[in-house]
């Protein structure tokens, strides 16, 4: 399957630690979009990347967050000092922007979990 | 800014009968609508969507949706549900002119189904 992966699927940290989370996109996609959801809610937007150049944050993307997409492939989102509302799923997604079909392709998300 | 308002968290259904799930969005300029589904642990997986032409747009699973303008509504429908419908739908939006496929979501709508 060569869908779009994200890692770890859960993790549960102790408040004021660091967690980064991985996701590796559709190969021939050159667009990724990081979204998060907790519970009750929609995902909401976060970030998104062209290649390698991020072009938008949202303003939920405090200055303990950080995403990266080095080499336009795979990206990394890490959070720093973690709180407890941080707790919730982070999900991946990614598009090819060959075309506005409109259509993102989601991971199966990654569960932040703060203690 | 855009948005969409789903009416009703929670809906439940007999198996069998007609499955309705409401949505409404909010926008400046002509939108892309959405619906997505999730199932427990998974992540989002598109149902159909709406750019431009026909407003009556068919989905994968037996589910439709119409594009009504004059309402501002994108309502999810399927003639008779099955207890793999189970889950939980989101409405989306995104605007054209944003190039990109950044999108808004709904709150989302659970849809139980009763044997």
């Known amino acids: 399957d060569t869908g779009v992966s994200q890692n770890p699927r859960h993790k549960i940290t102790k408040r004021g630690q660091n967690v980064t989370f991985r996701c590796d996109p559709i190969s021939e996609h050159n667009r990724l979009y990081w979204y998060r959801q907790t519970l009750g809610q929609g995902p909401e937007f976060l970030t998104y990347f062209q290649n390698e150049a991020q072009l938008e944050k949202s303003r939920l993307l405090s200055d303990r967050f950080s995403a990266e997409r080095p080499k336009g492939s795979f990206s990394t989102l890490e959070i720093q000092r973690t709180e407890q509302g941080d707790s919730a799923m982070y999900l991946c997604?990614?598009?090819?922007?060959?075309?506005?079909?409109?259509?993102?392709?989601f991971g199966e998300g990654s569960r932040l979990t703060v203690l | 800014a855009q948005s969409v308002t789903q009416l009703g968290s929670h809906v439940s259904v007999s198996e069998g009968a007609l499955v309705l799930l409401r949505c409404n969005y909010s926008?400046?300029?002509?939108?892309?609508l959405f619906w997505y589904v999730q199932y427990p642990n998974q992540g989002l997986q598109l149902l159909l969507k709406y750019t431009t032409g026909a407003t009556l747009v068919k989905g994968i699973n037996g589910f439709e949706a119409e594009f009504k303008k004059s309402e501002t509504s994108f309502h999810l429908t399927k003639p008779s549900a099955h207890m793999s419908d189970a889950a939980e739908y989101f409405c989306?939006?995104?605007?054209?002119?944003?190039?990109?496929?950044?999108?808004?979501f709904g709150t989302g709508t659970r849809l139980t189904i009763i044997p």
């Open positions: 997604a990614s598009s090819f922007s060959g075309g506005l079909t409109g259509e993102l392709f």
């Open positions: 926008s400046s300029v002509p939108p892309y």
């Open positions: 989306a939006v995104t605007l054209t002119y944003f190039g990109n496929e950044k999108l808004t």
